[in-house]
């Protein structure tokens, strides 16, 4: 459900690697939501327009499919006061399901 949707290949591994952290429980914030897709983001190769590597600012862009529909089920939190909430026992579940 979560990965059917229109994607482009870079938001495809960024969901992917959010949903996985998610079912894992390998991801409890959103600093590490950010940390753990950009890193993989970068070890593989995904720069930004000028050839840097991506930083904290380019986190929304390749999430947004997966963030948009965790926001609409009420189970992620966005906008410009980004606060450190853990995900719930709900959020997890979901990503389990996802990745099924």
Do not use: C
């Amino acid at each position: 459900m979560l990965l059917r949707q229109r994607m482009t290949e870079g938001q495809r591994v960024a969901g992917t690697a959010l949903i996985i952290g998610l079912a894992d429980e390998s991801i409890t914030t959103r600093r590490e939501a950010e940390g753990q897709v950009l890193e993989l983001l970068n070890e593989l190769g995904y720069v930004d327009a000028q050839g840097r590597e991506l930083d904290h600012r380019w986190f929304s862009a390749p999430t947004e499919p997966v963030l948009d529909v965790l926001e609409v089920l009420g189970l992620w939190r966005s906008g410009r006061r980004l606060r450190d909430v853990p995900p719930t026992d709900a959020v997890r579940l979901i990503a389990r399901l996802a990745l099924k």
